[in-house]
């Protein structure tokens, strides 16, 4: 049950007296103090070895044995990212207190942690405009599902068309289409002042990168999302490797950038977004989401409304359950390098296809 100063003198002893074991190298990577189930204070350290997970757990246990005692949390084939010991707040949120005026922090913090928080991009009364011209789109485009897709059970079956997809468990996403009056708030209003900052994470809009435009919607009663990247790490594209300083050296800068915008307050009730902070940078971590629970690594986008949290499009992320009674509406952004082409999300076929008019009619 080490405190944190007795968990920095182990995790020193560790590091110093095990460089190897059974002639395989030891290289310590991050540490962590962080409370079990239990609520019993542990120490979380992350090492590159290639001998057997239970020969390091032996090993360190003999070390520790005569204090504490050890056991395998977790392990991959990739650096596995944990919490700082100050906790996410500091690394995600710029600051007062932070000398880098923002523009030029939100590279280098996107490049580290794959995400960041805008704390102010719209006004109340603009996220009440914005939120109105959303909600007329959803009841449009609920509208046409039951007018044209009457077979379709809203909210529990699976669909996925050119303009709304759902995998079911009360989840949409609804794309905007250009003419809209959210498309026209979205290019009017949001772009401008995003632009600078867009230049210096992804590119220019038109120039470099092309935008999608949707709503990604939760009703009350939608479930927990399972762990999941919305883009792969691209054959061609640099991963960080097993560099521990790989983020910086070698990982590819981003092909996509999501913008989450909330026209609600996110809390414990509307659910939010879940994120698992600098898992973009390895391709190994994917199907390792629910690890992020166990070594207590996850960081939980709870913002106000008309806030935003831009983020890389291979960070491993979640939706949260929405057990409160409102509907959760978030704009979503998606700015893409021109030759990528986003493929997952939607179908090819119009909910209003000539087939479905004609059962329709």
């Known amino acids: 049950m080490p405190s944190q100063k007795d968990g920095d003198e182990l995790r020193t002893k560790l590091s110093h007296q095990l460089t190897e074991i059974d002639g395989s190298s030891v290289q310590w990577i991050s540490f962590s103090m962080i409370q079990d189930e239990d609520g019993i204070p542990t120490l979380l350290l992350a090492l590159i070895t290639e001998s057997s997970a239970e020969n390091v757990v032996a090993v360190v246990t003999e070390l520790i044995s005569y204090e504490y005692s050890c056991e395998l949390w977790g392990s991959a084939p990739a650096i596995l990212p944990l919490k700082p010991s100050d906790g996410y ?21 996107m490049k580290q942690w794959g995400l ?12 009440n405009q914005l939120k109105s011209y959303v909600i007329q ?31 079911g468990n009360e989840r949409f996403d609804l794309l905007l289409e250009p003419s809209s009056l959210g498309c ?44 999941h990247a919305d883009g792969d790490h691209h054959t061609g594209f640099n991963d960080a490797g097993w560099d521990e300083n790989g983020w910086q050296t070698r990982l590819s800068d981003p092909y996509a950038v999501c913008l989450f915008i909330p026209l609600i307050d996110l809390d414990d009730d509307t659910g939010y977004t879940q994120f698992w902070p600098a898992s973009h940078r390895s391709k190994g971590l994917i199907g390792f989401g629910p690890l992020a629970e166990i070594i207590d690594a996850t960081w939980n986008g709870k913002c106000k409304a008309g806030q935003a949290i831009w983020y890389d499009y291979r960070l491993m992320h979640r939706g949260m359950r929405n057990s409160s009674s409102l509907l959760r509406p978030v704009l979503q952004l998606l700015f893409k390098r021109k030759w990528y082409t986003e493929t997952r999300n939607y179908g090819v076929e119009s909910i209003i296809s000539h087939k479905s008019v004609r059962d329709a009619a």
């Open 89 to 109: 707040t500091p690394h995600l949120l710029h600051g007062n207190a932070d000398l880098v005026p923002f523009h030029d922090w939100t590279y280098p913090t």
């Open 116 to 127: 960041f928080v805008q704390r102010h991009l719209l006004a109340a009364d603009e996220v």
């Open 137 to 167: 789109e959803i009841n449009n485009a609920e509208r046409l599902l039951k007018q044209y897709r009457p077979q379709i059970k809203i909210g529990q079956d699976i669909m996925s068309f050119k303009e709304i997809a759902s995998r």
């Open 184 to 227: 026209q708030f979205v290019n009017n209003v949001i772009i401008g002042r995003i632009a600078c900052l867009l230049e210096n994470i992804i590119g220019s809009v038109n120039t470099d990168v092309d935008c999608d435009m949707s709503i990604v919607y939760s009703k009350p009663g939608a479930p927990n999302q399972g762990w």
